[in-house]
């Protein structure tokens, strides 16, 4: 499963500038969803922090199909190493669909966790919400 999410985001993944307050792609992310599909996002670096991470972008391609379930996500650095996801995307991703938090991320070479794991005392769980 992370073979496969590691070579989508592979074919992404790729610093480049694009003038003297942007460049895209230093990090590339790809989610599995729970219909099977695959989606891809690349991290954007700007100039006042208008950018996003990766697996925003991910999630971004994954809502536009009208998927937010994901058993799976990777984000990889220019070297195609796993690496981590930032507070803010555990949120986002957790935000998407509550199930979300048993999806398996991969955040360094071969050692794989929940989500749940990585976003401890959610503040969404106990709360009369849709959720
Ligand atoms: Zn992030």
Not at 61 to 87: Q, R, S, W
């Amino acid at each position: 499963m992370f073979k496969d999410l590691k070579k989508a985001a592979s074919e992404v993944v790729g610093r480049r500038e694009v003038n003297d307050f942007i460049e895209v792609g230093s990090v590339a992310a790809a989610l599995l969803t729970a219909d099977g599909n695959i989606y891809t996002g690349i991290s954007i670096d700007s100039a006042c922090s208008l950018g996003f991470c990766a697996e925003h972008g991910a999630v971004a391609e994954m809502l536009k199909a009208g998927e937010n379930k994901i058993v799976a996500c990777v984000a990889i650095d220019g070297t195609g190493t796993p690496v981590p996801p930032c507070g803010r995307c555990r949120e986002l991703l957790t935000q998407c669909d509550s199930s979300n938090k048993d999806a398996q991320m991969e955040v360094a070479e071969g050692k794989c966790v929940t989500l749940r794991d990585l976003l401890p005392e959610d503040w969404k769980t106990g709360q009369d919400r849709n959720y």
